[in-house]
Structure formats: structure tokens, C-alpha cells
């Protein structure tokens, strides 16, 4: 049985810093039986200096001493109980701040009030006292077998304390730690009897929390082994301040080793203690090969060396930070081959307020050296070009509102010396004519905002000369984004304003000339289009009496004949009308193409019908032949079918009796052709390039033998050329014949879809003719010749007619009628007095849609027969549009289809009688 001689009741630990201004040490962790000894809480010791915790023990006094102090220094503590023990220094490795590890155990402890004092303690078992010391007390045989703890232990780790300890003692030890504390333990049996360590130990709650054991083993008198005594006293808030320290180490070391500037620690005799890896980048020179050597030594370049060792020594000298810049040649392979550098060299303080080194920390300003550089270049360069510029550039800080620079450029354009509107910025707004100072604001340059950024105004100089200037502004901006600095040029633009002016004043007198003679082209074009119906009307009336006579029978043949030649001529007097105006559209470029897929065959075909009469009366052999390849093609029909008209009629016109003629299409690579060639006069070869200009003929004399006014071919080629493709014409000479040929390409083939149908021929015997015999048809026209031939061409086929020449008539008459006794066509002409055929079928259509009444049949029949004549008409609400003179087999087929629209087809069939 032991007593209580040696044994220790309590245990403190303190982590200590010392800082860097040379004041005492402070605690800044407290753990341990704080409150027992010291009476009071561990936190309120945080801050404290340590001389107020323990007396006489101060950690510089150790600072030389490797890891923990060699022998144990007795100390009292000065406060709470005033317990006498001995104290152990460890020192901690940290990078801002010396830190120490103090430890304090009790040897002797003073009574405080409420307990007896230490002598009246005396002779009680050692297990009474242990049982009240705040720690893991422990006594064991030497080789471990019978051990015994205090009650701290069965408290702190939970186990119960009829358990086997010694078994009990390696369970509750973290099992990475068993290995080393087995090592310690008989490393310890075989040193000496002093046994230290640190381990991890699982508690009651399941934790493993740090300890720091020590025990000593006691020996007889005799000097054998007794028994170990010792003490594990809990540490893991001091290893939590352990690896925090440890992790800002890492963290610094890191930081330090990868910044991009060169750090290095110099000793008192400008050797290096330390290097990071930055400077090997920068000079070739690995750290290791700086370690205890000095710069020059170490083989760094001469100006690097020789400009830190002069600022380390005034740095050693004058104890205050020192500044040096040096230029060096990079190592091989790097960029760029010249590096600047700009140095802090910091001289560091011990406790004792000595220098003991210097740290210096070199920066790489080579980017920035080369900005600045290329900055001040760029700057020269502007003020060389601003002040040889004919421009005045000028510059003003934004906040402070000062005009900062105007190029002398100033001068020429205002008239005042530069020195003046620095002096005084109005004088800029004062020389701006009054009607245009609401541009500016004042002073001039005060407006930073990015709208209007430029400006035009005039500017009255001293000797009253007026200048055009143009003001462009912009704004500099830092790199928050913020407006810093607004900048100008002002340019001036008299010259230009002056050409502008006149420019516009020659602008305005070419939209008055061309106002002029558009309106002088429209009057022609509405001259044109009143001659075009003036001619048409009487041809209307011909043509219509010439089919009356041919209808009442028992004609000769001298009578047939004329009949046949009044049919022939009013049709030739037609199409010269037509191809007259139709110039006169394409001249103007108001013709537009309706282009659409047809076949070719009949297109050509309609063509070719219309002068079948004419050349069997000259008895010219016709021969047509189609290529079966070409189907379908895209085109405008109409304006493809005159252009054929006009080359046939050509042929017809220039081939004499029993002469030949062909007609043919076919494929020519990638494009197709319809070719007419006759065996007729032909042509000198000398007129060919000029065979298609307007009003040109091959025999322009007097005595010629054909009529017509030269328009033909070259209506002929402009409509050809409309489509893409072209018109040539070839003859080998006077009394060879001549041929001519339209070359389409072959973007206007198509598929074989049936998209839309093709056209119809010009007069067919329709077989459904009889079944207009009964309807009722409502004629509307001014012209008493053309209103009676209408009705006869109606009642021949068994049309019940109502006829007026006066829309108003026929619309009081339309409106009137049941709706079972509503006619069932309607054909209108479109010029006539008081209102014209639009106006009135207008009104009609309105009519219907207000009634609700069925929509009826309406049919344009006018001598206004161009295609934007029939797109108005169409508009107007006519059904079909059909020009004159009037083609009685047209007419009749006309009204059959628009009686009978069976459908969509049916409709374009109608209107394709209606066009011919």
C-alpha cells in the first residue's frame, strides 16, 4: 500500500503564445483541472499573460532548448489554491507566432477553504486521494499484469469497475494506436522507467479523444522494480490547436511555395535560410542551391545580387524596409527574354526587438513595365497626331469637370488661341450661332451622357466667317465601368455641308423633273389606253356586223371573201393595237409575268390557230411538230402565246404564196426552243443585228410591200427576255427564208404534275353550247352598235336578253327582280358615262352581300384588254374579263364556263377563254 508521498492530484496544460511586439506570453488555451486549482472556468484564463497564471516561468528564457525542456521546473500557481508543482515546456511549430505547450502538475497542494490541509491527509491510502484527482491515475505491476486506476477512470471511460482492467486498458485505445504505445511501453521498460506518449482513448460516449500518458516506474530500496505509477490526462482540444496550427503551416508554406513572387529570407550574413520555388523560374537557380549560401554564392545574376545584398545591408542598417529594381536575362526558353523586377527587402524582429533577418519579396513588373511603356508610346503618339491633325481633339475629366486638353487644331477652326478656352471653356459655346447652342450644353463638354453623341452646328469665327464642325464625343471609362474621362473630335465639315446642300437642291429639281415626266408618261399612258378604246370600239362594231352578214347564209363567194378579210384585218388591227400599248408598258417596266405550269403543246397550238384562215388563203403549207420530252412548262401563257402570234404573223406576213412554214419545239441541252422558220423573202444578213430594234423594218421604203409598225419582233423579244430566256433570228440571205427562235432555259420545265390545266383552243366548237338556249343575260353597254351585235350573237343561241346602255338603269332592273326571276349572267362594259363598269359591278357585289342574294355572273367585255386592265376588273368582282373586238366563238364559250364552273380547273378554263 502507497501513500500519498509523490503522487499528483492535478494536472494543467496551457498552449502559450508569444508575440511578435515583445510582450509577455499569453495564454490562449487552458485545459485540465481548471477549475479545481485555479478556481475558475478555463475561459476566463484565455488572454491572460502566463506570469499571472504560474509564477517565474517564462518561455523565452527556453527558447534555445530543443523540443520540451530537459528537467522540470518547480513553480506556484498564483491563483485558486497557490498548489506548488512542477512545470514542462514544450515548444510548438507554428508560422506566425512562437507557441509553447505549458504543463503543470500538482506536488504539494495548498488547502483552500473547505478542505483540511495536506497533513491532516496523511496515512490515507493512496486510492482516497486518487479517487479525487480530476484525472486517469494508474499504478501497475512491472510486467502489467494487476493494474489499478482511480474513479476518474471508470467515469471517464464507462466500463464498470469489477471488469478485468488490464484487458479492458488495450480495448479502449484506438486501434491504429495499440502498435506505437506497445513500442513506447517497452521502449520505456528499457530506457530508464520513464514512460511518455500520446494516444487516442474511446471515452464513455464511444469517442476517442487524445491523451498524453506519463508514468515512472518506482523500485525498492533494493533497486528492483515495484510498480509503474503514472497519470493520462486528456489533450485533444490542445491537438485540435495542434493540427489547426499545422494546417495553417501547410496552408502558408503552400501559398508561399506557389506565389508567383519571389520570396527569400536572408540571416545577418545575407545568406539564404530560405527560398521558394519562384525564383528558380526566374533566375535558373533551384532554392536548395540558395540554402546557407549568399546570393552571389549561390550563382545568382551579378545586378540581382548586387542590388539585394546594398538594400539588405541598409535594410540591417537603418532597420526599415528597403526598395531596389533590377533588369535581368531570363534563363533559356523563357518569355520574354528580359524581365523587371521591383523588391521590398522587410527586416524581421526577434523578442528582444533585434533584427535577426531580412525577407525579401521580389515582384515581376515586366507586363506592367511593357503597358507603361507602350501606354507612354501610345500617348506621344496621339499628341503627334493630334497636333498635326486638322481635327481638334480635346479631353475632360468627367467629375472634376475640367477641360484637360484641346489641340492646337483649335486655333485655325475658331480663330482663338488654345490658352484661351482652357482658360475659359465658354469661349467654345460662345462662337456657336444661336440657333444651334441647344446642342450644347455649358461649358461644352459637361454632357457625358452616350446619347447624341454626335453633332452638327455652325460656328461664326472673329473675323465672321461661318463653319460647319461635327462633334463626336465618347466616353473612357475605369474598370468599374464608371465614366472618368469624356474625349472629342470636332471636325470641320464645311465643304461637305455645302456639297450636301447643293446636292439636295439637285435632288429636289430631279424628283420635280421626274415628277414631271412621270406625269407627262401617265398622260401618255391614259392617251394610249383612250386611243386603244377608240380604235377597238369601231373594230368591235366591224367585226361584230361582219358576223351578222356571215350568219344570215346565201353569201357568194366574193361576199365570204370579203367577209374573211374584214375578219382578218380587224384582228391585225387589234393585235397592232396591243402590241403599241404593250411597249409602251414594257419601256416603262410595268408588265409583270403571271407565270404558271401549262403544256407547251396546246400553248403553241392556240398560236398557230389563230392564223390558220390566213394561210390557207395564201396557201402556205403550215407544218407543226412537238417535241413529245417537253410536258410542262412555267410560263406566263398569255405573253408567251403573243410572242408567238407576233413571230407567226411575221412568217405568214413575209411568205409568199405556196410558200412553207414550220413550227416545231424541242430540247437544246438545257434548255428547250420553239422555233418558227418560213421559206419567205428571208433577210440581208447586214439587218440581222438590228432586226429586233423598235420600229425597224427590212424594207423602210415608200414602195415596201408589207404594212405594219415594225413593233412585232421587238414586243417579241422583250416579252421572251421577261421569261429568262432570249430571241434569235438567223437567214442565209435575201429570197432563203428566215427562222426564229425563242430559247427558254430550263428552270421553266416542270414535273408532269397537273397543277393547273392547260389552255383551251382559241374557238373551240365547245359541245355544250346549247346550254345557254333559256338563260337570261343582262347586257350593259353604251355603244348602240356593239349592244345590238351582243344581242344577236345571244339570241342566235337562245339567250333571253335585257340590254342598257347605262349601269344605273341595269342596277335599278338587277334590284327589282324576284330572286327566281334574277337573270343569270351579267356582261358589262367598262367605259361609260355617268359610271363606269367597276363602280357599278362594285355596288352590285355590295348588294349581294347585303341581301344575302346568290352571287351572279359577271363578265368584262371591254376594249380595255391589257392584263392590269383584267387584274382590276377581277378585283372589281367580274368573273372574266374579254377584250375587243368581240370573237363571238369566245364569248359563247366564255359564258358556257362561267355558267357551268364545275370547279377550281373550270374557272381557270373560263378565265383562259376570257384572255383570248
Known amino acids: 500500500m502507497l501513500t500519498d508521498a509523490g503522487v499528483a492530484l492535478g494536472e494543467l496544460h496551457f498552449v502559450v503564445l508569444e508575440p511578435d511586439d515583445g510582450a509577455a506570453p499569453w495564454v490562449a488555451s487552458a485545459a485540465g483541472a481548471v477549475d479545481e486549482l485555479l478556481g475558475m472556468p478555463p475561459g476566463d484564463l484565455i488572454g491572460r499573460p502566463l506570469a499571472d497564471v504560474i509564477e517565474d516561468v517564462d518561455p523565452r528564457d527556453h527558447r534555445d532548448e530543443p523540443g520540451a525542456s530537459g528537467e522540470p521546473l518547480v513553480a506556484r500557481l498564483c491563483a485558486g489554491t497557490r498548489a506548488q508543482g512542477f512545470v514542462r515546456l514544450q515548444r510548438l511549430h507554428t508560422v506566425a507566432h512562437e507557441a509553447w505547450l505549458v504543463s503543470f502538475h500538482t506536488l504539494q497542494p495548498r488547502p483552500v477553504k473547505g478542505q483540511q490541509s495536506l497533513p491532516a491527509l496523511a496515512g490515507l491510502p493512496f486510492a482516497g486521494l486518487a479517487h479525487a484527482v480530476p484525472a486517469l491515475l494508474f499504478a501497475c505491476s512491472p510486467d502489467g499484469s494487476a493494474v489499478y486506476v482511480n474513479q476518474q477512470w471508470f467515469e471517464y471511460t464507462g466500463l464498470a469497475p469489477a471488469g478485468p482492467i488490464a484487458e479492458q486498458w488495450v480495448d479502449l485505445v484506438h486501434p491504429h494506436d495499440r502498435r506505437v504505445l506497445a513500442q513506447h511501453w517497452h521502449r520505456a521498460q528499457s530506457a530508464g522507467g520513464v514512460f511518455e506518449a500520446e494516444f487516442r482513448l474511446r471515452d464513455a460516449q464511444g469517442r476517442y479523444r487524445w491523451h498524453l500518458c506519463r508514468a515512472r516506474l518506482l523500485s525498492r530500496a533494493d533497486g528492483s522494480p515495484m510498480l509503474w505509477a503514472g497519470i493520462a490526462t486528456e489533450i485533444e482540444h490542445q491537438k485540435l490547436i495542434e493540427d489547426a496550427l499545422d494546417r495553417r503551416e501547410r496552408e502558408f508554406r503552400t501559398l508561399v511555395e506557389n506565389a508567383p513572387d519571389i520570396i527569400t529570407r536572408l540571416d545577418l550574413q545575407l545568406r539564404h535560410v530560405y527560398a521558394n520555388r519562384a525564383i528558380e523560374s526566374a533566375f535558373g537557380v533551384p532554392p536548395a542551391a540558395l540554402i546557407g549560401r549568399t546570393s552571389a554564392e549561390a550563382g545568382l545574376p551579378v545586378q540581382v545580387a548586387q542590388a539585394w545584398r546594398a538594400a539588405a545591408l541598409a535594410a540591417l542598417a537603418q532597420g526599415e524596409e528597403q526598395e531596389c529594381q533590377f533588369t535581368v536575362q531570363r534563363p533559356p526558353g523563357a518569355e520574354p527574354r ?8 522587410i527586416p524581421e524582429l526577434d523578442r528582444h526587438g533585434e533584427i535577426e533577418s531580412v525577407l525579401c519579396i521580389a515582384y515581376d513588373i515586366t507586363q506592367r513595365r511593357h503597358a507603361v511603356s507602350a501606354l507612354e508610346e501610345s500617348e506621344q503618339r496621339f499628341r503627334q497626331f493630334a497636333e498635326s491633325s486638322e481635327d481638334v481633339f480635346w479631353l475632360a475629366d468627367v467629375d472634376g469637370g475640367e477641360l484637360l486638353y484641346v489641340s492646337p487644331a483649335f486655333e485655325r477652326l475658331w480663330g482663338l488661341p488654345v490658352q484661351a478656352v482652357r482658360q475659359r471653356p465658354q469661349c467654345w459655346t460662345d462662337a456657336v450661332v444661336p440657333a444651334d447652342r441647344h446642342h450644347l450644353r455649358e461649358p461644352f463638354f459637361a454632357d457625358a451622357a452616350q446619347h447624341d453623341a454626335v453633332r452638327e452646328y ?41 456639297r450636301e446642300i447643293e446636292r439636295e437642291e439637285l435632288l429636289e429639281r430631279e424628283r420635280s423633273a421626274r415628277a414631271e415626266a412621270e406625269a407627262l408618261a401617265s398622260a401618255k399612258d391614259e392617251f394610249l389606253a383612250v386611243v386603244s378604246h377608240e380604235l377597238r370600239s369601231p373594230l368591235n362594231a366591224i367585226r361584230g356586223w361582219a358576223h351578222v352578214l356571215r350568219q344570215t347564209g346565201g353569201l357568194s363567194e366574193a361576199q365570204t371573201k370579203a367577209l374573211d378579210a374584214i375578219d382578218r384585218n380587224t384582228q391585225a388591227q387589234a393585235r397592232m393595237v396591243d402590241d403599241l400599248l404593250d411597249t409602251q408598258r414594257l419601256l416603262r417596266s410595268k408588265v409583270q409575268l403571271e407565270s404558271r405550269s401549262v403544256a407547251l403543246a396546246p400553248v403553241v397550238e392556240q398560236a398557230v390557230d389563230t392564223f390558220r384562215p390566213a394561210v390557207q388563203a395564201k396557201g402556205i403549207s403550215l407544218e407543226v411538230h412537238h417535241d413529245p420530252s417537253l410536258e410542262r412548262v412555267s410560263v406566263d401563257v398569255e405573253r408567251l402565246r403573243q410572242a408567238l402570234v407576233n413571230l407567226i404573223s411575221n412568217a405568214v406576213k413575209f411568205t409568199p404564196e405556196g410558200g412553207h412554214i414550220h413550227i416545231g419545239t424541242r430540247r437544246a441541252g438545257a434548255a428547250f426552243e420553239i422555233e418558227v422558220r418560213d421559206s419567205g423573202i428571208g433577210i440581208d444578213p447586214s439587218l440581222l443585228p438590228t432586226i429586233f430594234d423598235r420600229f425597224r423594218q427590212a424594207d423602210a421604203s415608200s414602195t415596201r410591200r408589207q404594212g405594219g409598225l415594225g413593233l412585232g419582233l421587238t414586243l417579241a423579244r422583250q416579252l421572251v427576255e421577261l421569261h429568262g430566256g432570249r430571241l434569235h433570228a438567223r437567214s442565209e440571205g435575201r429570197g432563203r427564208g428566215a427562222a426564229f427562235v425563242i430559247e427558254l432555259p430550263s428552270s421553266r420545265l416542270v414535273g408532269v404534275e397537273r397543277d393547273a390545266p392547260s389552255p383551251a383552243p382559241a374557238s373551240p366548237a ?7 338556249a333559256g338563260k337570261q343575260a343582262v347586257i350593259v353597254e353604251d355603244d348602240p352598235d356593239g349592244r345590238e351585235i351582243l344581242q344577236f350573237i345571244l339570241r342566235e343561241h337562245g339567250v333571253q336578253v335585257c340590254a342598257f346602255d347605262r349601269s344605273l338603269s341595269a342596277y335599278s332592273y338587277l334590284s327589282e327582280q324576284a330572286p327566281q326571276g334574277r337573270p343569270d349572267v ?39 384588254s391589257s392584263a392590269q386592265d383584267r387584274a382590276r376588273a377581277m378585283r372589281a368582282g367580274f368573273d372574266a374579263h374579254l377584250g375587243k373586238p368581240i370573237d363571238s366563238h369566245a364569248l359563247v364559250d366564255a359564258l358556257v364556263h362561267l355558267l357551268q364552273p364545275a370547279s377550281a380547273g373550270e374557272k381557270r378554263r373560263a378565265e383562259t377563254f376570257c384572255r383570248n
Open 766 to 772: 365547245h359541245p355544250q353550247r346549247h346550254l345557254l
Open 458 to 498: 455652325r460656328i461664326r469665327r472673329p473675323d465672321g466667317d461661318i463653319r460647319w464642325i461635327r462633334d463626336r464625343r465618347f466616353l473612357l471609362r475605369d474598370q468599374a465601368g464608371r465614366p472618368v474621362r469624356i474625349g472629342g473630335i470636332a471636325e470641320d465639315i464645311t465643304e461637305r455641308k455645302h
Open 826 to 864: 351579267l356582261i358589262s362594259d367598262i367605259a361609260m358615262p355617268d359610271e363606269d363598269g367597276y363602280g357599278f359591278l362594285r355596288r352590285w357585289r355590295a348588294q349581294e352581300a347585303r341581301q344575302g342574294w346568290r352571287r351572279l355572273p359577271a363578265l368584262a367585255l371591254t376594249a380595255f
Open 338 to 345: 528580359q524581365g523587371h523586377y521591383i523588391c521590398r527587402l
